[in-house]
C-alpha cells in the first residue's frame, strides 16, 4: 500500500512543479513588462552619456 502512496505522489509532485514553473513564469514576465521600458531609458541615456563623450552622436 506504501508503495502505490508513492508512485501517486511522484506524479503529484511533477503538477506541483508544473505549476510552480508557470507561475514563475507569469511573474517574470509581469515584471519584466512592468520594469522594461525603465531599463530601456537606462540603457539609452548611457548610451547618449558614451556618445556625447566620445563626441560621435
Known sequence: ????LRKKENGQAATEYGLLL???SIAVIVV???LGP???RTFQQVDNTIASISGTS
Request: hydrophobic content about 60%.
Open 1 to 4: 500500500m506504501l508503495k502505490q
Open 22 to 24: 508557470a507561475l514563475l
Open 32 to 34: 519584466l513588462t512592468t
Open 38 to 40: 525603465h531599463i530601456a
